[in-house]
């Protein structure tokens, strides 16, 4: 297949919830599963990951009589940053507990810890009562490294390069992923995530506060995008709020991206990681507002797919 295919599986900023009014754009934190030259790429591990879990689990019984006749599960998993919106469903990734499973995960490292340290800390050892050596999966953690890119190749093997070192037949049949790290969140700062195939490609940039008259560097590295996914936790309204002010989180409102995407050249815009405060008669207000300005604005909801 020569096509990337997103499916959005948590859609939601700072902290899950539970509860009919938001059901419609979904409660579940950030997750979006990528299928891309055979590969699948997952970009972040928030409680939408459990969801996807699930399904690839079933998938991974029904394929087989036994344990080593059922198709493994290959996955890439890459995270934006270590806050818990982004990793809190990790443990919870049912193919982890399948030996057959491959999960290689990238990220940044934090405070002088590589990534592995940091998750085995924060996810493991003193808040799980499985510690990250006692998975019985392939589970493998790494450092991404920055201004080099993921080469991710139709055998399935992978390896960094030197984004100086990229040549162009490197793209051919490849799925390359690359990183730009913004330092407009705190305290550590984000990834955002492009991926490439086949001539087309999505970035990824959530929890990224912008600047006035955009962040430069950040629209060279999105340009040209046929997805963006753009982090829009807040109203204009609520991020100069004169009570409770939003400027300074980290965080984009729906404006910032829009004008993100304008001067990114981007194909299509999608709204993503909502603030947990805006049920589904405020998001609906919302997607009334701006879908009216462009059809190439778009809501991620929980298992919306898109595929270009």
């Keep these: 297949m020569q096509e990337i295919k997103i499916k959005f599986r948590g ?8 509860h009919q009014s938001f059901l419609k754009y979904g409660g579940n934190t950030s997750c979006v599963e990528v299928q891309a030259g055979g590969h699948l790429i997952i970009l972040d591990a928030g409680t939408g990951i459990i969801n996807l879990g699930r399904d690839l689990q079933k998938e991974h019984i029904l394929s087989g009589t036994d344990l080593y006749s059922r198709k493994p599960v290959n996955a890439t998993l890459v995270l934006s940053h270590i806050h818990q919106d982004h990793i809190q469903g990790l443990q ?62 139709p055998d399935g093997s992978k390896n960094f ?12 049949d490849n799925v390359i992923i690359s990183v730009h790290k913004t330092t407009a969140h705190p305290k550590n700062g984000s990834l955002c995530i492009k991926i490439q195939f086949n001539g087309k490609s999505i970035v990824y940039a959530t929890d ?18 046929d997805v963006l996914i753009h982090d829009a936790q807040y109203t204009q309204q609520d991020y100069i709020s004169p009570i409770l002010p939003k400027q300074g989180f980290g965080h984009s409102t729906f404006n910032m991206a829009i004008e993100t995407a304008k001067f990114a050249k981007a194909k299509k815009l999608v709204f993503f990681h909502y603030d947990p405060n805006y049920d589904d008669g405020i998001l609906d207000m919302l997607e ?20 270009i």
Excluded at 106 to 112: I, V
Excluded at 161 to 172: G, L, P, T, V, Y
């Design 11 to 18: 859609t939601r900023g700072s902290h899950p919830v539970a």
């Design 92 to 153: 919870f990734f049912a193919p982890l507990f399948i030996p057959t499973t491959t999960l290689d995960v990238y990220g940044l490292p934090y405070s002088g810890m590589s990534l592995k340290e940091t998750l085995s800390n924060v996810l493991f050892e003193k808040v799980f009562p499985v510690s990250m050596n006692e998975i019985p999966s392939n589970f493998n953690v790494y450092d991404f490294a920055l201004k080099h890119m993921l080469i991710l190749k």
């Design 161 to 172: 390069i030197k984004a100086s070192d990229f040549k162009f037949e490197d793209q051919k």
């Design 208 to 225: 990224k506060e912008s600047y006035i008259g955009c962040d430069k560097k950040f629209i060279e590295f999105a340009y040209g995008a």
């Design 288 to 307: 009334k507002e701006f879908s009216s300005v462009s059809d190439d604005f778009k809501f991620a909801k929980e298992d919306l797919e898109i595929i």
